[in-house]
């Protein structure tokens, strides 16, 4: 029998290639990332499953040009570059990755968060500009604690929750605003509180998001809020870069509306050395490497595969959007 056809954007594991060759005829993209969408368009014609990651958008127009594609499988919790609706309509399944790059993405997410407030990555610029001599003074260069302040976790799922546990165990206040309801067992085992959005955002000293990007979330974070935020406060991203107006951000940091961020991802990526983000010294930069740890990236590959085996054979995947 003919070996269905998988198309890779980008290669993974060589466990996960041996487990593909294994069952399909696959071909990998190996030039430039993300992969232009007229060569995808190309590919994507004959293929019964595709493997993809966050860059590469798939759209109604490829999933139109698809004509027996069985499954998508992303190598990513975040699948708003994929159009899920219309793949739903065209009984694509959807596979993602959550769950696996939980801890991966909540020890970034306070890792960042330390490093902003302690000034880690400004204090390694300093030295490795020799500057070092002119912070000597006591009070010349002084960062935040994190015991006692007040942490808003925006979306308490998966990985908003293992944040908080992490900040429980830094003796933080957690308050969080979430769209679905979260159990009192939850809350009490994190010590989190319910808040509503407007107070979460007018009551924290740090805020970690950790929401999709969705119609509803696209550039929530702009001047308005952070008009409302203290001017003590630190705003942290390792969700998506949409979700933040950017710059309505970069002036709120340049004006000192809020005290500093740290960001993981950004509204277009990856981000230019002249982008106006890297002159602000408030600010950290992470190259979106929230699930990059060898441990997760393995896991995340394994579980790409068995979603995508499941869903070329017409079988819901084990992390499915839609069905
Ligand atoms: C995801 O999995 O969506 C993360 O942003 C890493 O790409």
Redesign the pocket.
């Known amino acids: 029998m003919k070996k269905k056809r998988v198309f890779l954007t980008r290669t993974l594991h060589d466990f996960a290639l041996k487990e593909l060759k294994k069952r399909y005829q696959i071909e990998i993209h190996s030039g430039k990332i993300p992969i232009p969408k007229i060569k995808l368009e190309l590919k994507i014609k004959n293929i019964d499953g595709l493997i993809c990651?966050?860059y590469d958008k798939i759209d109604k127009e490829l999933i139109d040009a698809a004509k027996n594609l069985k499954v998508i499988s992303t190598?990513?919790?975040?699948f708003d570059h994929i159009d899920t609706q219309y793949a739903k309509k065209k009984k694509i399944r959807v596979g993602y990755?959550p769950e696996v790059?939980t801890d991966a993405?909540a020890d970034l997410a306070f890792s960042l968060m330390i490093d902003v407030l302690r000034r880690v990555s400004e204090g390694d610029r300093i030295i490795r500009h020799g500057k070092w001599k002119q912070i000597y003074g006591a009070y010349d260069y002084v960062g935040t604690d994190l015991q006692g302040k007040t942490l808003g976790i925006f979306g308490l799922g998966r990985i908003g929750g293992t944040l908080a546990k992490r900040a429980k165990a830094f003796d933080m206040k957690i308050i969080y605003h979430n769209r679905k309801d979260v159990s009192k067992n939850k809350e009490k085992i994190l010590g989190a509180k319910y808040v509503t959005f407007e107070k979460m955002i007018t009551d924290s000293d740090i805020i970690s998001i950790h929401v999709p990007h969705t119609k509803e979330t696209n550039q929530l974070f702009d001047m308005k809020i952070f008009k409302k935020m203290k001017k003590t406060a630190f705003l942290i991203n390792t969700a998506?870069g949409k979700i933040i107006n950017e710059k309505d951000l970069i002036t709120a940091l340049n004006k000192k509306i809020i005290a500093g961020a740290a960001l993981d991802?950004y509204e277009s990526e990856p981000i230019s050395k002249n982008h106006p983000l890297i002159k602000i010294q408030n600010v950290v930069l992470a190259p979106?490497i929230?699930?990059?740890t060898d441990e997760t990236r393995a896991k995340?590959a394994e579980l790409t595969v068995k979603n995508l085996n499941l869903g070329i054979n017409g079988k819901s995947p084990i992390y499915s959007v839609g069905y």
């Open positions: 990651f966050p190598y990513s919790v975040g990755t790059l993405t998506r991802v979106h929230g699930s990059s995340m």
